[in-house]
């Protein structure tokens, strides 16, 4: 069974522009969320959805935008990007539901690396 | 100011010594989770815990919600286990640790 996959797996942007990262989970899990990980640090929690609705949103500018689709999948959005965007941005999926339901282990993509020029 | 703490931040052993990393955390939780990272940076789950005490082959994960404190055992290490380990709290969100790296030499 295929895991959480996650396109692209490395993109060059330069200041300014807009990139979309695509998340897909595992076949039967319905939640989806995305982190932020810049280099030397612990993951920042960016978005979680369930059943295609924002069930959570960390601390980040609205330049930062998530959607997940019928089939589950999901894209992050980013506007705008500055160097300091520059990261790491993992996804996870899980079966369970909102972050108070301890149910649903987490199972995590090999990430998209992005660099900001 | 981080809301979930890990010691040490860097730990090198050598092959075959007992591990422990300690993860504090300072709010009530639905659960906590253990994860492993290796240097390509995907990450594996290791434990998601809400009390007690938890084994998967030569790694423990044991908790303690009074004292909102956490541990992740590695008996008889071994060089493959060598990776970022990080703690992560899970309430209305889910709240990273920082990380510990963990080196061991054969």
């Known amino acids: ?6 396109s692209p797996t490395h993109l060059i942007k330069t200041r300014g522009q807009h990139v979309t990262l695509r998340c897909s989970p595992i076949s ?7 982190y932020q990980q810049v280099l030397g640090q612990g993951p920042q929690f960016i978005f ?8 959570g949103r960390g601390n980040f500018p609205d ?27 993992l996804c996870a999926s899980s079966p369970g539901g909102g972050w108070l339901s301890n149910t649903g282990e987490l199972f995590f993509g090999e990430g998209s690396r992005l660099t900001v020029l | 100011k981080n809301e979930v703490e890990q010691s040490p931040q860097n730990l090198t052993a050598q092959e075959g010594e007992f591990i422990t990393i300690n993860c504090s955390y300072s709010v009530g939780i639905s659960a906590l989770h253990w994860l492993q990272q290796h240097p390509g940076g995907g990450i594996v789950s290791l434990f998601m815990l809400s009390s007690g005490k938890k084994k998967h082959g ?16 590695i008996t008889a290490s071994h060089p493959r286990d060598s990776a970022v380990y990080i703690c992560a709290e899970r309430n209305e969100k889910l709240t990273f640790g920082t990380g510990t790296r963990l080196t061991i030499i054969p």
């Open chain 1, 48 to 55: 979680q959805y369930y059943e295609k609705e924002e069930r």
């Open chain 2, 58 to 73: 030569r790694l423990i994960a044991t908790i303690n919600i009074q004292e909102k404190h956490s541990s992740l055992h």
């Open chain 1, 1 to 6: 069974d295929a895991g959480v996959t996650q």
């Open chain 1, 28 to 34: 039967g899990h319905k939640s989806v969320s995305w």
């Open chain 1, 63 to 89: 330049r930062f935008s998530a959607r997940q689709f019928p089939n589950y999948s999901s894209e992050l959005n980013v506007n705008a990007l500055l160097l300091g965007d520059s990261a790491l941005y």
